[in-house]
């Protein structure tokens, strides 16, 4: 064979054989990962940190729900939430004694206060809150309100106003019912940290999603290295260099070691030859230390809901920063009480305007939890009060308090002046001239004096000899 046939051949040899990749060792590759991500843009998106937050509203709210089913520490800050904002009772309360005790009476028929639990944990949890308001079938009350699933409700518009409200009812199984288009005068929908061009609110927990995700991975880490490092890895060296001898075993000297192990108890010690070591292998400082990363994550889920770590772990940082988050925390827990009054005054209005009671106001008192940065203002309105620099008015309303039913209440309730004197505060009554020596003789429960009781007899027989001479009867 000619040496031009011999090249050819060569040559067509090597083109049929696959490219090795010079980057690697004891594989070869058609393609290197770099050309694969460059051709198909989405090869690694299951590894990456943007599937974590999904693009449509309805899945972002779905997976808020399985966070907060799912992860202690997304349902425990969410509570708090709904918890330092709103207590365990809501009152309400009116001018008119009639209005009131019909107002209660209605709180408690319609269970509003777990309607509006639900409701401001549907807007902090899905950003949405929505309800329906059912008329009884006279017309003139209120049979019942729906605190709705926002997930099940579309939303139509038409030239940014909202002109259709469908709801598909979920079933327990999952499934959909069929659609049910609900009336605009009876439908209630607030949104949550979402400008008024947007249809949809923002849930509290999409910003710590990212967070969520990681401290899953890394729990998923934690769990492999458990299975794979909960048996320490033994390696048992025979032979080697010692000193100026270097011992090479055999295969019959590696069988007897074996051997030997194999037949020894754990219990106890084995005696080896001198070039027979043992190590064990473990965990520490080789894996991934997912303690550390884990804590980092949650103080990132802590940050992205919101809330002042010192809340929930106890840990923070100094006094100064920890009284500003606190502020920020308690300025975010009036808005969610905002949220609750608009809830109740959507139900109240209606209800007024079908008992005739138009011209009355409700207002309502939420049994919350002070932090110390509001007990402390609370104490400096006070003080500010009792030195004279605010009014009896200002005070009422920083405490949340309406002043003209307050004063109303006042004038309603009876003066009682306590009867449980003591002899040194009667003492002054009657210095002040506002009590006399009888009277105070009388409130200590003493006996007149004997020079008192002589005057009183004399007196009294005067007045018997008089009225014997002007011929009256003495009794």
């Known amino acids: ?110 269970g509003l206060n777990d309607f509006v639990k639900d409701m401001v944990l549907q807007l902090l949890l899905k950003g949405d809150a929505m309800a329906y308001l059912v008329r009884s079938k006279s017309g003139d009350d209120i049979e019942r309100v729906i605190c709705l699933n926002p997930i099940s409700v579309t939303l139509n518009y038409e030239n940014d106003a909202l002109v259709e409200v469908i709801q598909r009812p979920i079933h327990p199984d999952g499934s959909y019912g069929e659609e049910v288009s609900l009336d605009l005068d ?119 809901l919101g809330l002042a770590r010192s809340v929930v772990s106890g840990l923070g940082p100094n006094f100064a920063t920890a009284s500003v988050s606190m502020q920020k925390m308690i300025v975010q827990l009036k808005e969610i009480k905002q949220a609750a009054r608009d809830i109740l005054d959507w139900v109240f209005d209606e209800w007024l305007e079908l008992k005739g009671y138009e011209n009355e106001t409700l207002h309502y008192q939420f049994s919350d939890l002070d932090l110390s940065a509001e007990v402390d203002q609370k104490k400096l309105l006070i003080e500010l009060y009792d030195r004279g620099l605010i009014s009896k008015k200002s005070l009422q309303e920083k405490m949340s308090l309406n002043p003209e039913v307050e004063a109303k209440e006042r004038d309603r309730e009876e003066i009682v002046v306590d009867s449980n004197w003591s002899v040194e505060d009667i003492s002054r009554l009657v210095a002040l001239d506002v009590l006399t020596v009888d009277e105070a003789r009388k409130r200590l429960g003493l006996d007149q004096p004997a020079e008192k009781a002589r005057e009183k007899a004399a007196l009294a027989d005067a007045e018997r000899i008089y009225a014997k001479h002007r011929g009256e009867d003495h009794v």
């Open 186 to 304: 009876f439908f209630f929908h607030a949104k949550w940290n979402a400008p008024e061009f947007d249809p949809r609110g923002q849930s509290m927990v999409v910003p710590a999603f990212e967070s969520i995700a990681l401290l899953r991975d890394y729990r998923t880490a934690e769990r492999a290295i458990a299975k794979r490092w909960a048996t320490p890895l033994r390696f048992i060296q025979v032979g080697g260099a010692y000193g100026s001898r270097i011992i090479t075993p055999d295969k019959g000297m590696l069988d007897a070691v074996r051997d030997e192990l194999n037949k020894m108890d754990l219990a106890s010690g084995l005696v080896v030859p001198f070039y027979v070591k043992a190590e064990t292998y473990g965990a520490e400082g080789i894996s991934l230390n997912t303690e550390a990363k884990a804590q980092e994550a949650k103080e990132d889920i802590l940050t992205g």
């Open 1 to 110: 064979m000619s040496k031009q046939k011999k090249r050819r051949k060569r040559t067509q040899k090597k083109q049929r054989e696959p490219q090795k990749n010079t980057h690697s060792t004891g594989q070869t590759m058609q393609m290197p990962p770099a050309s694969a991500a460059a051709l198909s843009p989405g090869f690694f998106n299951d590894v990456t940190a943007t599937k974590a937050v999904p693009t449509s509203w309805e899945d972002r709210a779905r997976k808020a729900v399985e966070y907060y089913q799912e992860e202690p520490l997304v349902s425990n800050a969410i509570n708090a939430w709904r918890t330092f904002a709103l207590g365990d009772e809501i009152r309400v309360n009116c001018e008119n004694e009639t209005v009131r005790d019909e107002a209660k009476d209605a709180f408690i028929t319609l």
